[in-house]
Structures are given as C-alpha cells and as structure tokens.
C-alpha cells in the first residue's frame, strides 16, 4: 500500500490560496499576510506589499507552510526559509505526532510485516529439526498470534479512521452522538467490521458495506471469528464457532477440534486487511481534500472573534 498519500501541511501559494471559497479568500489572504509582516518584523527583512508577495510565492526567500491536521485540529501557519524540497520534508503533526491516514495505516501493518519476518527466520531453522507433523504443532500458537496481531490492526485502523473523519467533518459542530462515541471506551467495536460499519453510519453517512466485495468483507468476519476463537478458547473450535457461517468457510483448516493456519491463510487475511486501508484511505484523503479549506478558514474566523 502507499504510505503516504496525502499531508496534513500544504505550501501556501496561489494555488493553495485559489481553494478557498470566494467568501473566505480575502480573509485567508489577509491572515496569511498578517503571519508574513509579523514574521519579516521580527526578523527585520524588507516587506513586500501584499500584491508582491501574493505573486509567485513558491519563488519567494520566505514561504509559509500551513498545517491542517484532522486527527488532533491543530491550525498552524508557519513562516519558513528554505527550499520547496526541505519545506516538504514535514509530515508530522508537532502536537499529536501524526502523518498522513495512509502513512498511519502502512505503518500499523509494517509491524505485522517484522513479528512475519521474524517468525519465518525461526520456522526455517525449526524445519531442519523436525518432521511436518511435529512442526504442524509448533506453529499452531505461531499463526495464532499473528492473526490475534492482524486483528488489533485492524481495529486501530477502522478507529484511526473513524476518528480523523470525525474532525474533519465534525470541527467545531456540536453532536451528542459523536462525543459520545470519541469518548467513551469503543471496545471491540471497531474490530468487527459491521460494529464498526454502524458507527460509521449513523456519525459520518458513509457505509463501508458498499465499498467492498462480499469475499473481502465475509473475510473481515471470519478474521475477527477466528481470532475470537483463538484468545477465548485457544482455537478450539465450539458448538457457538460452529454455528456461524465462518466454520463452513474455514473447515478445511480444522483438525480434529482445533484451527491450524499457515503462512497462506495468515497472508490472504493480511491482503484483505491492506485493501480496507487502502480503500477507507482514499475515501478520507478525497474528503479532507474537499473539506481541509473550510476547515481552515473556520478556524482562524472563529479565533478573531
């Protein structure tokens, strides 16, 4: 997946500038000018009139670098020297750390991709030391812990998103609903997808059901139902596991009364996982995208008052 497929920083320049609605755009450029001659004083440069510095800003000594982050709402314009290059090496929100909803993403899966890497490293010297069958049973717990690992990702995923969409659509809106749900203790909620589905709903109107085929989100249950089976009874399959429908679709790795997994079924999950991160982060940059101007100028129109 990509790591980074939006920023919470932008370069402010008559592009960035021609975004904002025509109702906002004499205020922003009057605020992003105050921030300019504020700065030029104390550092005791030569100004230049609005009309100059409002023409061909990327060329200019001194360039001002906008953070809109949507997970924490911190607003900062900051005034920089330096070379387009440098100014784009920000990507971190100083206040709550973050990046980008696909960076945050990638790097929860990126650690699944090491516990993988370091598990393999073991399995291949266990390989050289027993036979298939005693090594069926010494990667029983192995694949377990991977999947249990997979699962939390997921969930800090679906949270992770639910809560940047929240602040970028929700920002200085008052909502029983949604402070109810961002502060209260969610639980599993977000770790099974159609939980995590209502929430999405009823806070955003946005329904994850329609954004993914019908392998991709069974597959998202049977994970959670697997996963549930291994912490609550160490993947020994009940009369409760196997009523649901993800005992039929998982049978072939029932042995006996106990689920194995493999290297596959662990990789397969991890696909489907990837692709809900993939598919919820291009819905959520395509929103800030449209909403991030708004936001800005809210902020600063409600902080002169």
């Given at each position: 997946?990509?790591?980074?497929?939006?920023?919470?920083?932008?370069?402010?320049?008559?592009?960035?500038?021609?975004?904002?609605?025509?109702?906002?755009?004499?205020?922003?450029?009057?605020?992003?000018?105050?921030?300019?001659?504020?700065?030029?004083?104390?550092?005791?440069?030569?100004?230049?009139?609005?009309?100059?510095?409002?023409?061909?800003?990327?060329?200019?000594?001194?360039?001002?670098?906008?953070?809109?982050?949507?997970?924490?709402?911190?607003?900062?314009?900051?005034?920089?020297?330096?070379?387009?290059?440098?100014?784009?090496?920000?990507?971190?929100?100083?206040?709550?750390?973050?990046?980008?909803?696909?960076?945050?993403?990638?790097?929860?899966?990126?650690?699944?991709?090491?516990?993988?890497?370091?598990?393999?490293?073991?399995?291949?010297?266990?390989?050289?030391?027993?036979?298939?069958?005693?090594?069926?049973?010494?990667?029983?717990?192995?694949?377990?812990?991977?999947?249990?690992?997979?699962?939390?990702?997921?969930?800090?995923?679906?949270?992770?998103?639910?809560?940047?969409?929240?602040?970028?659509?929700?920002?200085?809106?008052?909502?029983?609903?949604?402070?109810?749900?961002?502060?209260?203790?969610?639980?599993?909620?977000?770790?099974?997808?159609?939980?995590?589905?209502?929430?999405?709903?009823?806070?955003?109107?946005?329904?994850?059901?329609?954004?993914?085929?019908?392998?991709?989100?069974?597959?998202?249950?049977?994970?959670?139902?697997?996963?549930?089976?291994?912490v609550h009874n160490?993947?020994?399959?009940?009369?409760?596991?196997?009523?649901?429908?993800?005992?039929?679709?998982?049978?072939?790795?029932?042995?006996?009364?106990?689920?194995?997994?493999?290297?596959?079924?662990?990789?397969?999950?991890?696909?489907?996982?990837?692709?809900?991160?993939?598919?919820?982060?291009?819905?959520?940059?395509?929103?800030?995208?449209?909403?991030?101007?708004?936001?800005?100028?809210n902020y600063y129109?409600?902080?002169?008052?």
């Open positions: 997946m990509k790591k980074n497929v939006g920023n919470i920083y932008n370069i402010v320049d008559e592009r960035f500038i021609s975004h904002f609605s025509p109702q906002h755009m004499d205020f922003m450029k009057k605020h992003y000018y105050s921030v300019y001659l504020g700065y030029c004083k104390k550092e005791k440069r030569k100004i230049l009139s609005p009309e100059v510095f409002f023409t061909n800003m990327r060329q200019r000594k001194i360039k001002l670098l906008q953070l809109c982050c949507p997970y924490c709402g911190e607003m900062f314009v900051l005034p920089l020297k330096g070379k387009i290059a440098d100014i784009k090496k920000f990507n971190y929100c100083w206040h709550c750390g973050k990046s980008s909803a696909s960076y945050n993403a990638f790097s929860q899966l990126s650690s699944l991709g090491r516990i993988g890497n370091f598990h393999a490293i073991g399995l291949e010297v266990v390989k050289k030391i027993y036979d298939e069958e005693k090594l069926q049973s010494l990667t029983y717990e192995v694949y377990h812990l991977e999947i249990i690992q997979l699962t939390s990702i997921l969930e800090v995923i679906l949270r992770d998103f639910f809560e940047a969409f929240i602040h970028i659509s929700y920002l200085g809106v008052q909502n029983n609903y949604v402070a109810s749900v961002i502060n209260k203790s969610t639980g599993n909620d977000f770790m099974n997808i159609e939980k995590a589905n209502n929430h999405y709903k009823r806070a955003l109107d946005i329904n994850l059901r329609s954004l993914f085929d019908d392998e991709t989100w069974l597959d998202l249950l049977d994970l959670v139902n697997i996963r549930n089976t291994i160490n993947g020994m399959v009940d009369s409760v596991f196997e009523r649901t429908r993800t005992y039929q679709r998982v049978k072939n790795c029932i042995s006996g009364n106990l689920i194995f997994l493999n290297k596959k079924n662990v990789q397969h999950y991890l696909n489907q996982v990837v692709k809900v991160a993939n598919v919820i982060g291009e819905s959520f940059e395509k929103r800030y995208d449209t909403l991030k101007y708004e936001m800005i100028a129109f409600n902080k002169k008052k």
